[in-house]
């Protein structure tokens, strides 16, 4: 093999993933018959839970150029790629003076392309999975408990012979008082005189 051009540029993890991976490197049980030196299996073993285990090329160069746009150095590329930031505060330990250099709506948009175009790492993949589970377990402990306090008060209901009580007179309480209308007082009639018998005889 003859070497065209030394130190052409930095490798990306990928590339020296890929490269082991063409020798040999794997995590089958028999990959000692492999001509892969055991510092290259460390390696291997390293690279292989990192944001390069599930890149391709072509998320690669879709990632490269779109990151064009943006004015960062070639190191900082190379460093966003390897890394995979998935939120702002991981990338300003990787870009040199952040905050003065980027306003924080091209931080977002860095943060933004690096999660379209790149695929998370395996042990991201795996803390989502297990945060799902933990909240699918949660919520089927949950709908266990109602079903149990329900069926505890069927249980209680059919043990007590519990019944509803009528609707009926004995049901309502009497009033804490009591209170009675009096009659209207009633009109003496005028005594009758003799005189008044007397016109209504001449009347008559």
């Keep these: 093999m003859k070497i065209l051009e030394a130190n052409a540029g930095a490798l990306t993890n990928f590339e020296v993933l890929d490269f082991l991976r063409t020798k040999g490197a794997s995590k089958d049980p028999t ?35 779109s990151i064009k746009q ?16 998935a939120a702002e505060v991981e990338l300003f330990p990787i870009i040199e003076s952040c905050e003065g250099r980027l306003p924080d709506e091209e931080v977002t948009e860095i943060v933004e392309l ?31 408990e109602v079903l149990l306090n329900y069926e505890r008060v069927i249980i ?25 209308i009096p009659a209207p007082p009633s009109t003496p009639s005028a005594p009758r005189t003799r005189s008044s018998r007397r016109r209504s005889c001449r009347t008559c």
């Excluded at 510092?39 to 990632?63: C, G, M, P």
């Design 31 to 65: 990959r000692v018959i492999a001509k892969v030196a055991q510092s290259e299996y460390k390696v291997y073993d390293y690279l292989v839970d990192t944001a390069a285990s599930d890149q391709t090329r072509e998320s690669i160069n879709e990632f490269l150029t």
């Design 70 to 85: 943006h004015d960062l150095a070639k190191a900082e590329v190379l460093n966003i790629l390897n890394t995979r930031p």
């Design 114 to 144: 690096v999660t379209r175009t790149l695929p998370p790492p395996p042990s991201m993949k795996q803390e989502e999975i297990t945060k799902v589970d933990e909240e699918t377990a949660t919520l089927k402990n949950e709908n266990d």
């Design 156 to 180: 209680f209901l059919n043990s007590s012979k519990f019944t509803l009580p009528s609707p009926s007179a004995s049901c309502v309480a009497p009033l804490p008082w009591s209170f009675s």
